[in-house]
């Protein structure tokens, strides 16, 4: 696993490269519409596909915790990679800073991640003189082995 944002970004250059990645991890290479499992996909330009029976299109994030966010995936898999190598709580203005974003975005990002992974928020210690609703709590490390798992496929 990389050590460093830069060594973690050069694995993921562009918008394209990681939703090539993203497609990897979700399909397998056999593309399945969200919106009906059984159906036929036309690959269609730009990473998009079209579902024969619903007539939508749709693509790699459709469905998933980077659906309808303006927020480039290079960005969120960043957010990911660093909580799960943190060894104890991030904030969202730490976060926001080392992504170029904002404090908020940092926040709701943190939020989803969260969510998906359906990581535990614990107490954080007041002596860390941490704003409340900043930190998203330590990470247990079980927790943080269900990130790693999906991050093991990165690019070495």
Same mark, same amino acid.
């Given at each position: 696993m990389q050590?460093?944002?830069?060594?973690?970004?050069a694995s993921f250059p562009s918008e394209t490269e990681c939703l090539r990645y993203l497609e990897k991890v979700r399909w397998n290479g056999i593309v399945i519409s969200p919106f009906s499992p059984n159906s036929k996909v036309y690959y269609c330009k730009d990473g998009k596909f079209k579902c024969r029976d619903s007539g939508k299109y749709f693509n790699a994030k459709t469905g998933t915790m980077f659906h309808h966010s303006r927020i480039s995936l290079q960005k969120w898999f960043t957010a990911i990679w660093m909580m799960s190598i943190e060894k104890h709580a991030i904030t969202s203005v730490d976060m926001a800073k080392e992504l170029q974003i904002t404090q908020k975005?940092?926040?709701?990002?943190?939020?989803?991640?969260?969510?998906?992974?359906?990581? /535990? !928020?614990?107490? %954080?210690?007041? /002596? !860390?003189?941490? %704003?409340?609703?900043?930190?998203?709590?330590e990470i247990s490390n079980a927790d943080k082995l269900n990130m790693v798992e999906w991050l093991k496929m990165l690019k070495q």
């Open positions: 050590k460093s944002i830069s060594q973690f970004l975005s940092a926040w709701y990002m943190m939020q989803r991640i969260r969510d998906y992974f359906n990581l /535990k !928020k614990t107490p %954080v210690s007041r /002596k !860390k003189k941490m %704003v409340e609703t900043e930190t998203i709590g």
